[in-house]
């Protein structure tokens, strides 16, 4: 089989270097994005490797590009990216990419620091305008009130007594800013810790003011404190100082007041002149960075990740050749070759590249090479386990039996074409959508499955044709084939009568699907859909537990492991035909054989039922008598064959149980060595020669305790007798939600859509409008989201438990090339990586 059904064949190769070309060769393998690098020095610490330096340099320079990346997304300019990826700079233009970065990091943070001072200088200037004004009005109402009531306020009664009539009160003063909401607690605090003898006014500043270090807008107001003495002044100044409020020089006489508010306002107008000149001057040093900002990034990393690898290399003893092991797809082995003669010929250098492969028993890493179709589908296999080496690969069946089984459970004709609409756009605009790389997780899952969702809206559409089901309503495509032949008038009055469908079609059923007719029936509907939908649902899920149990028999022959094919893989496929998919066929013969149209013993009332027979099967029970004119059994010599199956079925658990254990124990006994090939546990299987297309043997592993293997065997047998049990009934979870999803539908047409459409009138076309929206909202809400939802997570657990468990492992580990695509897609975490 090729790559798609299995993983790549992956080789172990030795790789050398000279030192002046590694930087070019490593540099073409990641744009290549074949090779994966072991680290050959893992014991030594990452501060001590021979490029650390270089790592830090990049590191450098990645903090500066990210200063001036948050300076250009704080000033909202647009970066440019073009989609394209430059080639990996040469080491020396290292020093030119340095320079540049260094320059405009101090070119940009001087202008920062300068556009601060200038803002703070402007802050405080316009904080003092706003202090000659509103103080202006204090002291014009000071002026006109001088009296002695006033004195008596501010010294107490006390130093009202004492004052004697001539003399002039000497009052000084204190004037600032503070933010708005810190005022009732100063004011409450000048108040105690002067004791009232303070007289405190204050104005809000109407207008924002910005605060140079933040650029946050904040509310400030102005106050002017008077006061009496020296030591007034000084507690009233530590209470300023304590809550960050700006004191200003304030004049006593009007005309200098006046005087400095002309000529702050001039230094205003200026310091506005100056800030403009600066604001233009960064956004241009900015716009200039914004264009080549992507490129910087990409360069950046790609040295960082040239030099991380090469420090996963080690130096042979004349420290003129670097040598590194990675794994390779077997495949690719001539393209890494052509890889390795470009860099080396782009490095000048003369002495060409050495890929050598090795021989190893170590398990190679897993490559499914996938595209933008198939990658989401190899997602879903790999989240439960990547697979071991060489062994079936699950996804390329998935395409089709991950949307079937969805649809199963999601059949509506209306749902499936909105889901089906959706992916497609998805599909159709795809390279504008990549491009714009959002950090929304929803959306990025939801369009990194476009093609699962639009495959499962297409396979949904299919099912609600077959189910007839379209938004809880019935498709009339080609006639209903039923008629009425009863007297219409009892019908049409009596809505407890049941019709029966015998008799009453004309011709051949339906053509395609459910007749519409069962849209309309009444208590008989579920009834019918239930026993139809539960047999589907056993008939696919035996199905596809069988088809897993094949895809075992791909990977035993494969790796060449004859014990487990016989012993492992031919009893379960009997257990499981001879019980369970002989109940499916039972199922088909009651489809046949029996009809209401038939007379006795073939009858719809002589019909058997499947799960009685079954349960009446593995317990040797005797049926029960049929009623009169039926017969006991579907077909002869059905008792005979029912009892066979079940010895044959119940003789295989031993045979899967004691003979693979006891095979290799006395092949143990008979060669007294490590375990022969094929002969293993599945706990040892899994080992591959390099690159080689068969293996499976553990003579290279740590001999496994023949406790231990039969304690696995007896774990591994017990599961899957079990799980056959309840694996089968598992899949009813195909009917029980293609059951809810149908009710949820018709509820939603009954109590929402249908209270609309009954509406008459102007004002029915507007309530029918309204009634629309809501409808539409909780159709694609909860039926196509939530319903949805729901249903791929039983379809994922369908074939994560179900379907492969019968043949999955999952115990490998994932490919991880050294891909320049990879690095730049994940950010400079990857890198480090």
Not at 554 to 566: A, E, G, Q, V
């Amino acid at each position: 089989m090729g790559s798609l059904f299995r993983s790549e064949e992956m080789a172990l190769c030795q790789l050398f270097l000279q030192s002046e070309a590694a930087y070019a060769c490593v540099s073409e393998l990641g744009e290549l994005g074949l090779v994966q690098f072991r680290d050959l020095n893992p014991d030594v610490n990452a501060f001590q490797r021979k490029f650390v330096n270089e790592v830090r340099r990049c590191d450098e320079m990645e903090r500066k590009l990210r200063y001036l990346e948050k300076e250009i997304k704080k000033d909202g300019i647009p970066m440019l990216d073009t989609g394209e990826s430059p080639e990996a700079p040469q080491p020396r233009e290292m020093i030119d990419l340095e320079a540049t970065f260094e320059k405009l990091e101090n070119e940009l943070r001087e202008v920062n620091q300068n556009a601060e001072a200038l803002k703070r200088n402007f802050l405080e200037l316009t904080e003092l305008k706003h202090i000659l004004r509103k103080t202006q009005v204090f002291f014009d109402e000071m002026a006109d009130n001088q009296n002695e009531d006033e004195q008596a306020q501010l010294l107490g009664e006390e130093g009202v007594r004492a004052s004697q009539p001539g003399q002039n009160l000497k009052l000084g003063f204190v004037a600032g800013v503070i933010l708005r909401e810190r005022l009732p607690a100063f004011e409450r605090m000048l108040w105690r810790a002067c004791r009232g003898n303070v007289f405190l006014r204050q104005a809000m500043i109407e207008t924002p003011l910005e605060d140079p270090t933040n650029g946050d807008q904040v509310h400030k107001s102005v106050f002017i404190i008077f006061f009496q003495g020296d030591q007034l002044k000084t507690r009233v100044k530590k209470i300023c100082e304590g809550f960050r409020a700006t004191l200003y020089p304030c004049p006593e006489a009007p005309a200098d007041r006046r005087e400095m508010a002309m000529g702050v306002m001039t230094r205003i107008e200026d310091l506005n002149t100056v800030l403009g000149q600066t604001q233009d001057h960064r956004h241009r040093v900015l716009v200039a960075a914004a264009k080549n900002l992507k490129n910087w990034f990409v360069k950046v990393r790609k040295i960082k990740a040239i030099y991380h690898t090469l420090n996963l290399f080690n130096l042979d003893v004349t420290q003129k050749c670097l040598i590194a092991e990675c794994w390779v797809p077997l495949l690719d082995i001539e393209t890494i070759q052509l890889a390795l003669r470009r860099g080396t010929e782009r490095s000048g250098s003369s002495v060409p590249p050495i890929l050598n492969r090795m021989q190893t028993f170590e398990n190679p890493p897993t490559y499914n090479r996938t595209n933008k179709f198939t990658k989401a589908f190899q997602a879903l296999i790999d989240a439960y386990g990547v697979a071991s080496y060489r062994e079936m690969n699950p996804a390329p069946y998935t395409i089709i039996t991950f949307p079937f089984l969805f649809a199963v459970m999601f059949g509506d004709l209306g749902h499936g074409a909105i889901m089906a609409l959706f992916g497609l756009w998805m599909i159709r605009k795809e390279k504008g959508l990549a491009a714009q790389k959002t950090d929304n997780e929803i959306w990025n899952i939801f369009f990194g499955g476009r093609y699962i969702i639009f495959l499962m809206g297409v396979f949904s559409m299919y099912t609600g044709l077959i189910y007839n089901d379209i938004f809880s309503k019935s498709l009339n495509i080609f006639g209903s084939h039923w008629h009425l032949s009863y007297n219409k008038s009892t019908v049409m009055e009596n809505k407890y009568l049941q019709l029966s469908p015998k008799g009453d079609y004309e011709g051949a059923p339906y053509p395609f699907g459910m007749d519409p007719i069962w849209q309309v029936a009444g208590a008989n509907k579920i009834i019918f859909h239930n026993a139809y939908k539960m047999k589907i649902s056993i008939i696919f899920g035996v199905i596809h537990m069988i088809f897993g149990v094949v895809m075992s028999w791909h990977n035993h022959t494969y790796f060449r492991n004859r014990i487990s094919l016989l012993y492992e893989f031919i009893p379960q496929l009997i257990f499981l035909l001879l019980l369970f998919f002989y109940m499916v066929l039972l199922m088909f013969i009651k489809w046949i054989k029996f009809a209401a149209t038939n007379e006795k013993p073939y009858s719809e009332a002589c019909a058997p039922s499947i799960l009685i027979t079954f349960i009446d099967m593995v317990l040797f029970n005797k049926p029960k008598p049929p009623p009169e004119h039926c017969e006991t059994y579907m077909f002869f010599g059905q008792h005979f064959i029912q009892v066979l199956f079940v010895l044959v079925a119940v003789g295989c658990i031993p045979v899967m149980l004691l003979a693979k254990p006891l095979l290799i124990m006395q092949a143990r006994k008979q060669a007294n060595v490590q375990p022969i090939a094929g002969a293993t546990s599945d706990a040892e299987t899994g080992g591959v020669s390099n690159g080689g297309s068969h293996g499976g043997g553990g003579g290279h592993e740590e001999e496994e305790e023949l406790s231990e293997i039969f304690i696995h065997q007896s774990i591994h047998t017990i599961e899957y007798v079990l799980g056959s049990v309840s694996h089968t009934a598992s899949y009813l979870r195909l009917w029980a939600l293609s059951l809810a999803h149908a009710q949820l539908a018709e509820v939603l047409w009954t109590m929402v859509l249908s209270i609309g459409l009954k509406q008459e009138g102007p004002v029915g076309g507007i309530v029918l409008t309204c009634v629309f929206a809501f409808w539409a909202i909780l159709t694609v809400g909860i039926l196509v989201l939530m319903e949805g939802l729901s249903a791929f997570l039983h379809t994922l657990r369908l074939h994560w438990v179900e379907f492969q468990s019968k043949f999955y492992k999952g115990q490998g580990y994932a490919f991880q090339p050294f891909s320049f695509d990879a690095i730049i897609e994940n950010g400079s975490a990857a890198a480090e990586e």
